[in-house]
């Protein structure tokens, strides 16, 4: 029903900056937020950024200031910008989009992930 698809992952020096893209397709009806969640070894899935429908941000604590989300909610993409990269930033990310599909509830769809390995 939804498909969401990321690029952009890859290996990085400490400092540098990479840039990460999602694109959702399907039978959207409607969209409350679109965001990007990583998950490292071992760890537990974190929310990086999220973006709602009406341009508002958020971000985790340890993110502020070196990462920015933007997207078109209508055309249902978000972007990942990543600076000043660090080794603790290595981790799967995942897209992740909060809507409506068709006549169900709201509820969270998924991405695949794409690896991004900071190297130090």
């Known amino acids: 029903q939804v498909q969401l698809v990321e690029s952009g992952g890859g290996l990085v020096q400490a400092g540098g900056s990479l840039r990460l893209s999602c694109a959702a397709s399907?039978?959207?009806?409607?969209?409350?937020?679109m965001g990007w969640y990583r998950q490292a070894p071992g760890k537990q899935r974190e929310m990086v950024a999220i973006?709602?429908?009406?341009?508002?941000?958020n971000y985790a604590d340890s993110v502020k200031g070196r990462f920015t989300i933007s997207g078109d909610i209508t055309k249902n993409t978000v972007y990942l910008q990543m600076d000043s990269l660090k080794p603790e930033d290595t981790a799967v990310y995942y897209c992740?989009?909060?809507?409506?599909?068709?006549?169900?509830?709201?509820?969270?769809?998924w991405g695949r992930g794409t690896q991004v390995t900071v190297s130090s």
């Open positions: 992740n989009l909060d809507g409506r599909v068709l006549a169900n509830p709201p509820s969270n769809y």
């Open positions: 399907g039978s959207i009806f409607s969209v409350i937020a």
């Open positions: 973006i709602t429908s009406s341009g508002r941000t």
